[in-house]
């Protein structure tokens, strides 16, 4: 199944791409519904790089969800209109979850539309994880705004 959730976001393309591309982002656009914590290393790299990373994830940083496989893929970087980022992740009760991010420009040099698509393959549990992700995806959105509002501040 596939959903898509669609925003703009009222900062410029440069900002938003080197925002995206840092792992703190994650923390912060997530929290408190989810908090990913990574299991091989201490932590995740300040920028993400093309790769596989093994977290655990925690519903309201308490409740386990289980292993989750962030699978990283920068694609189109090179493109100056739009920004792609795939996470093709999977995980021992979801077996697809690919996630794609694309960020693009707008006749505004100060907004970009930003898309969370993501498809995801769980069997039976599909449509409960499609709720779920509907939700969580439509937080995180929220939270960018939060955070552009901060002008990025509210990371620190």
Do not use: C
């Not at 300040?46 to 989750?68: D, R, V």
């Not at 090179?78 to 992740?89: A, M, P, V």
């Amino acid at each position: 199944m596939i959903i898509n959730v669609e925003t703009y976001l009222r900062s410029n393309y440069e900002m938003v791409t080197k925002y995206v591309k840092l792992s703190k982002t994650l923390d912060y656009i997530s929290k408190p519904l989810v908090v990913f914590e990574p299991v091989d290393q201490k932590k995740f790299p300040e920028i993400w790089e093309n790769g596989e990373y093994l977290t655990k994830m925690k519903l309201f940083g308490i409740i386990p969800l289980g292993n989750q496989s962030v699978v990283i893929e920068k694609l189109k970087e090179t493109n100056q209109n739009e920004f792609i980022l795939r996470d093709n992740g999977y995980s021992s009760l979801i077996n697809t979850w690919d996630h794609w991010i694309l960020i693009r420009k707008t006749k505004n040099e100060n907004i970009v539309k930003y898309i969370d698509r993501i498809e995801i393959k769980a069997g039976l549990l599909t449509i409960f994880i499609v709720i779920f992700a509907s939700v969580f995806f439509r937080w995180r959105q929220f939270r960018w705004k939060m955070l552009i509002r901060s002008n990025y501040k509210a990371m620190y």
